[in-house]
């Protein structure tokens, strides 16, 4: 990745180029087919990657019963930021005698070390995280077993370090907490659930309170501010099969909010964030911004159209601009980590990307863990521990780290008016049970963006296209690809025949 940092800065620190154009791309946002979940924004209402031309007073002539029912392609300024203005609709009046629910999506993690393992299984028995070509679907739960097995040590180790297990259920709890707090505070008496993607409580078991406790308009809120087919899209490609076959499910009303980064709210409580720790630095003006945000295949991007890497791009530009406003004009960069297997990642690498700095002389590093709103293991261990220890190793002298948002009050009042903003638009397009069976989600691009990715996943390129001998990259995926044909041919005779030493250690006979 090219970068450039901010015109202050020095040139030797890579940063983030700006791209006038990113409001006109799909990854800009997921786009509406049915209902707008997005706030008013400057001079028209901001519906996710459309602009209606409509001021929020003229909202009945724009958008019909079944939403968006005039709009067009528009180019948005890159500092225009979704600011948190209620789209004029008073809560009470799309409140009413519903029952209002926000169901927040996570990933979850295991709070003891005993539920490392089994929380392992369920990441990578995920299609989403490891795909396989269709001849070798049937193998997907066999893989994750052993690679949860294989990994469960190590993993161990990093929970261990931090306490034993991941804080992310007690944090995401208390911000559903706080956000019911805030909703009814904003004259909206809404539940609010959490639903964890691999570890309790799961999304199924919040599904199964909403349905208990009657809601009838439901708010998706998944707590990933840019929207991944490897998040967001997992959790949500999992909720569609479950409203699909729920009666109940069905008939609720609900709506999605599936990317929130250009959030006013958001920005500010970053910018906030960011200009408090950047004080503790004896020369502030001299401090690196390093963004650090969770890496995703390549090939997610390239080749199934995953919007991840443009809103990451976009939401630094945007934290940047509001630290500019407050005369923080440092140097920045970004750089994504937590990569795993022989593939390539998004680039630059966190660890290289370090190691760069200290070699071009950079003393003061300030990490700020970007796609992240809750600690856990990728904040308190990765970046703390490790990422820390190699910036001190590459002549780094000061290290700062900028903590996740947790309940930071700007950040929870912002969610809460995002809920609220949506409400109005809860169900629009659910005029049938037809149409409602048919898609989950009333910003329709989240479908068709789960389905193109799902119709190339077996067309995805490999990284590399030839072979180059010795300890290269190329070499190294090679053999990466060697090593798991091996794997899989084992698991092909051990599932065949019964016998082999996963047998033996008691392996496969788990999920028979």
Known sequence: MSAASSP?????????????????????????????SFPSHRNGIRCSGLHLEASPSSLGSSISRRGCAVARYAPQ???????????????????????????????GGPETLEDVQPFLFNLFAD??????????????????????????????????????????????????????????????PAKVYVGMRYWHPFTEEAIEQIKRDGITKLVVLPLYPQFS????????????????????????????????????????????????ELKTFDDPEK??????????????????????????????????????KRRAINSFTLAYQSRVGPVEWLKPYTDETIIDLGKKGVKSLLAVPISFVSEHIETLEEIDVEYKELALNSGIEKWGRVP????????ISDLA???????????????????????????????????????????????VTFWEWGWTKSAETWNGRAAMLAVLVLLVLEVTTGEGFLHQWGVLPLFR
């Open 8 to 36: 202050s800065s020095s040139s030797c620190i890579p940063s983030v180029p700006r791209n006038p154009n990113f409001s006109f791309l799909l990854s800009r946002s997921v786009l509406p087919r049915a209902a707008c």
């Open 77 to 107: 300024p890159l500092g225009a930021l979704a600011t948190s203005v209620a789209p004029g609709v008073p809560s009470s009046t799309v409140v009413g005698d519903d029952k209002i629910g926000v169901l927040l999506l996570n990933l």
């Open 127 to 188: 299609p989403d995280i490891i795909r396989l070509p269709r001849l070798f679907r049937f193998l997907q739960r066999p893989l994750a077993q052993f690679i949860s097995v294989l990994r469960a040590p190590k993993s161990k180790e990093g929970y261990a370090s931090i306490g034993g297990g991941s804080p992310l259920r007690q944090i995401t709890d208390a911000q559903a907490e706080e956000l019911r707090k805030s909703l009814w505070a904003k004259d909206v």
């Open 229 to 276: 087919i490897s998040t967001s899209g997992s959790s949500l490609r999992l909720l569609e099969s479950i409203f699909r076959e729920d009666e109940y499910l069905v008939n609720m009303q609900h709506t999605v909010i599936p990317s929130w980064y250009q959030r006013e709210g958001y920005i500010k409580a970053m910018a906030n964030l960011i200009e408090e």
């Open 287 to 324: 401090v690196v911004i390093f963004f650090s945000a969770h890496g995703v295949p390549l090939a997610y991007v390239e080749e199934a159209g995953d919007p991840y890497k443009a809103e990451m791009e976009e939401c630094v530009d945007l934290i940047m601009e509001e630290l500019e």
């Open 404 to 411: 996740a948002l947790g309940c930071e009050p700007t950040f």
């Open 417 to 463: 008016d995002a809920v609220i903003e949506s409400l109005p638009y809860v169900g629009a397009m659910a005029v049938s049970n037809l149409e409602a069976r048919q898609s989950l989600v009333p910003l329709g691009s989240v479908e068709e963006l789960l389905a193109a990715y799902d119709s190339q996943r077996r067309e995805l390129p490999p990284p």
